[in-house]
């Protein structure tokens, strides 16, 4: 197969998937399976995004503190302000990623697990302020009757409400393939190849003339953009936030996410994020296990799946020709 009949099935294959997205709330009508479907497609923004701050060879572990700030800063302008909720979607990712660069840069020499805990302190350093500054953020009680996405009006062709899950589903799915489409875009960039050049090799890195602080600010400040503009969606879908509603918990299930899928091939945190929202839903009765089934799920990885769950099929075909091959 030639290398142009390999991007014409390679394009045939994604539109198909993208057109099978779009028809499932077609084919699926209990509501309940569409909020898994929507938390899902959220939970891949967040792993994607995460992923990207992974390439600099930085942990963090701030993004469900930026999704606060997200929701936040969303529910206040769209709530206080009076702000359409189309123009505090993006004001609250900026809001994120402002924070991020604020943080960034002092802290951005600091590598490993330093970073990482630097960014578990940033997390709930920003639900400390959410819970104590009660005159602006309700406190502990939060923030509530969070008004849904104004109406979407196209003069003479369509008005779209959202009175069911249904209309948030389209939402986030456009939300997610976009958000997909643009890290995509940046891997495939001379930013990604820098991003990753810095994760493997950074003194080389900055040995030919790279600004590794610059280029690792500038993925924290992107992920982190992405967490917020989801903690904004949050808000508006389900109408009610706390400071505690993204924890501690939340954030290492999104790296679970990110490493369980596999974080070197870009489809890794899809994989991760799609199954492991979904898993839970077949072990009801061992919920509140769940923090113990994801750190099995990544012990079971980390060392039978190194390379995460898309690397599964090379994994079978390997251990199938060597069976094949001994008989």
Known sequence: MSLSDKKKSKGLRYGGAILFLFSIPLIVRGQY?????????????LASSLRLVASSGQLSMAHGGMMTIGAYTSALLVMKLGISSWAALPLAGLAAAALALLVGFPFVRIKGIYFAMVTVFLAEMITLTAEHWRSLTGGSSGVVNIPPPDPLVIPGLISIDFPT???FYYFIL???LVTLLFLYAIERSRIGLTLISIQQTELLSESVGVNT????VLAF??????????????????????PRSFEFFFAIYIIVYMIVGGIKKFSGPIYGAFILTIFPEFIRALKEFQPFIFAGLLMLAIFFLPDGLVDLRRQWDKFYEKRFNRA
Do not use: D, P, W
Not at 232 to 241: C, E, L, T
């Open 213 to 216: 602080s610059r280029f690792k």
């Open 33 to 45: 399976t569409l909020h898994i479907l929507i938390m899902a497609a959220m939970n891949i923004i």
């Open 221 to 242: 400040c992107i992920g982190c953009f992405f967490a917020g503009i989801v903690g904004s969606f949050y808000s508006q879908y389900i109408n009610v936030i706390t």
């Open 165 to 167: 899950k249904t209309e």
């Open 174 to 176: 456009v939300l997610m």
